[in-house]
């Protein structure tokens, strides 16, 4: 019994070492602040990617401040987090890191403080970024002098179009209809149109209003 407990206490002592060893190696984001590269004033932080910082996810980061000028230096602060502030000094030359936690929702900003009203940055902590703005495919149609009507494509996803008509019909016109779209060019008019729509599944007729919508697209 004694002999079974103290095994047991030795396990239980080896997973409590371990398990903080395992969750410190979890990768903990790097993000990189450079500044003052060959004394210009120049301030960033960038992801991982190299792409500088705007928005990114609630968390431990290590920020690891490349300060390349003894003119610089880059200090990052809230003032809706006062957990958070940390910089180099002025005259400090070199690599420093700085191990932190951004809380959600807040906004974060960093800048040079000798020069902070041209040398500075922000970015936002949110776990629930904006969704990216939809895509807009491109369509084009053409109305021929003589008549002849085409479109880009017969078959195309649902979605967001920029759909651009260039309409020479000296008789004819463009029109397209189908669920909630309803777009033509005058019969006299002739030249170029650009609309916005936003197809959804089913078919579409087109054509020209003197000859009839006798053609289809179909969205998927
Ligand atoms: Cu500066």
Same mark, same amino acid.
């Given at each position: 019994m004694q002999r079974a407990l103290c095994t047991g206490i030795v396990v239980i002592c080896a997973l409590v070492l371990v398990l903080p060893a395992a969750a410190g190696r979890q990768d903990v984001a790097t993000l990189t602040a450079i500044v003052g590269t060959n004394d210009g004033f120049t301030i960033m932080l960038n992801d991982p990617s190299g792409k500088r910082v705007?928005?990114?996810?609630? =968390?431990?980061?290590?920020?690891?401040?490349? %300060?390349?000028?003894?003119? @610089?230096? #880059? @200090?990052?602060?809230?003032?809706?987090?006062?957990?958070?502030? #940390?910089?180099? %000094?002025?005259? #400090?030359? =070199?690599?420093?890191?700085?191990?932190?936690? #951004?809380?959600?929702r807040t906004r974060y900003a960093y800048a040079c403080e000798p020069h902070w009203q041209t040398m500075n940055g922000s970015f936002f902590v949110t776990s629930t970024p904006a969704p990216p703005p939809p895509t807009v495919r491109k369509l084009s149609a053409v109305v021929k002098p003589g008549g002849g009507i085409s479109l880009s494509s017969t078959s195309v996803p649902a979605g967001r179009y920029r759909l651009t008509v260039n309409d020479q019909g000296k008789r004819d016109n463009f029109h397209l209809r189908g669920r909630a779209v309803n777009k033509r060019t005058g019969l006299a008019f002739r030249g170029r149109v650009g609309w916005g729509l936003s197809l959804a599944r089913g078919v579409y007729r087109y054509g020209s209003d003197r000859t009839g919508l006798k053609r289809t697209l179909r969205v998927r």
């Open positions: 705007s928005e990114i996810a609630p =968390g431990t980061y290590t920020v690891v401040v490349q %300060d390349r000028s003894a003119i @610089h230096n #880059f @200090h990052l602060a809230s003032n809706e987090d006062a957990t958070i502030d #940390f910089r180099t %000094d002025l005259e #400090f030359v =070199g690599e420093q890191s700085f191990t932190v936690t #951004f809380r959600d």
